[in-house]
């Protein structure tokens, strides 16, 4: 059975940092591309940061939405099949429900076959 599961959100003050794992059990991550995506209340879904597969040939195997840019970094590591988001100088704004999703490339979010059932991230004083 295939499944992720993300781990690490909760409650931080406007500033702060938190990392976001995601795992994978019954399927190895390293030959998939990776995003992260949030969905806000009363907002859409919206990709967060991506990285490809470890067997791409891409110039730019890490992607990141412009309001996260400088603040967040993804990457892996593919001995613990596990994904992380660093999230740093985090902003009210970000608050959000957070989903690691595994597809074959970065991209829109119909690429992603695999979805976890996601960590709720409150930036809140």
């Known amino acids: 059975q295939f499944e992720l599961v993300e781990s690490g959100g909760g409650l931080v003050q406007p500033g702060g940092s938190l990392r976001l794992s995601c795992a994978a059990s019954?399927?190895?991550?390293?030959?998939?591309?990776i995003g992260w995506f949030r969905q806000a209340p009363g907002k859409e879904r919206e990709g967060v940061s991506c990285?490809?597969?470890?067997?791409?040939?891409?110039?730019?195997?890490?992607s990141y939405a412009d309001s996260v840019k400088g603040r967040f970094t993804i990457s892996r590591d593919n001995a613990k099949n596990t994904v992380y988001l660093q999230m740093n100088s985090l902003k009210p704004e970000d608050t959000a429900i957070y989903y690691c999703?595994?597809?074959?490339?970065?991209?829109?979010?119909?690429?992603?076959?695999?979805w976890g059932q996601g960590t709720q991230v409150t930036v809140s004083s």
């Open positions: 990285i490809a597969s470890s067997g791409s040939s891409t110039n730019y195997p890490e």
């Open positions: 019954g399927f190895t991550l390293e030959y998939y591309a």
């Open positions: 999703a595994a597809g074959s490339r970065c991209g829109s979010s119909w690429l992603y076959d695999y």
